[in-house]
């Protein structure tokens, strides 16, 4: 089955700066890659998705790459923000399989 | 409008009681799943459903775990002779159309087995 490997399991920024997330997928089967931001005792929300035909989609300060040939997207925030702060997690999922398979999250913290 | 709903959000239950966790999507959203997520973790496929047709219910973990959705709109999750190892926050999810579209999480119920 599908796995997802994401990285780094920590990242610390200071405001300001630019944080990028990166997760590889197993299946090439795979086609749509959304992007999770849960805040603390919250539920997760999705805050940018990609499909395997797009290379690069942005949304203000937040962009999502993905490599097919090599298997990974990735998740890059700039002029970060404090409320920035929280955990990431992407996710894979593949035509005719609906369900969502998720990496194991980044901790994001922006220092003022 | 109203996102996803669950309840109860916390279930405390003694070891081999039955649980159900109820979920209510968002209206007129054909998919609903159900993930478990483990503190510091990403959520965890259980099951699915399209309309009240189960498509997909490889994640459940063993025969203690069934789900339904009878009317194809309210789903319920059921745990058998809880364990310990039951013990998580299951997340339901709904999305509008089937794949590919954003899956829309409820707020969780944590279940704590004594």
């Known amino acids: 089955g599908e796995n997802v490997e994401q990285h780094p399991s920590t990242l610390s920024v200071q405001e300001g700066d630019s944080a990028v997330i990166k997760c590889t997928y197993s299946?090439?089967?795979?086609?749509?890659f959304p992007w999770y931001k849960q805040e603390l005792g919250k539920r997760p929300q999705l805050i940018i998705d990609i499909r395997s035909n797009v290379g690069e989609k942005k949304d203000q300060r937040i962009a999502v790459t993905l490599n097919k040939t090599a298997k990974h997207f990735s998740l890059h925030i700039t002029e970060t923000q404090p409320e920035d702060s929280a955990v990431y997690f992407c996710a894979a999922s593949k035509t005719g399989f609906q369900k969502l398979v998720f990496g194991t999250g980044t901790r994001l913290l922006v220092s003022p | 409008g109203a996102g996803v709903s669950q309840s109860p959000r916390y279930k405390v239950t003694k070891r081999g009681q039955d649980v159900a966790l109820r979920c209510d999507p968002i209206s007129g959203h054909v998919s609903l799943y159900w993930y478990r997520q483990a503190l510091g973790q990403g959520p965890e496929f259980l099951t699915y459903f399209n309309y009240e047709a189960q498509q997909d219910k490889s994640g459940l973990p063993n025969d203690r775990f069934s789900a339904e959705r009878p009317e194809g709109s309210i789903s319920t999750l059921t745990i058998q002779r809880t364990e310990q190892r039951d013990s998580a926050m299951y997340r339901c999810?709904?999305?509008?159309?089937?794949?590919?579209?954003?899956?829309?999480f409820g707020p969780g119920t944590r279940l704590l087995v004594l």
């Open positions: 999810a709904s999305s509008f159309k089937r794949e590919g579209q954003t899956q829309y």
């Open positions: 299946d090439s089967a795979s086609n749509y």
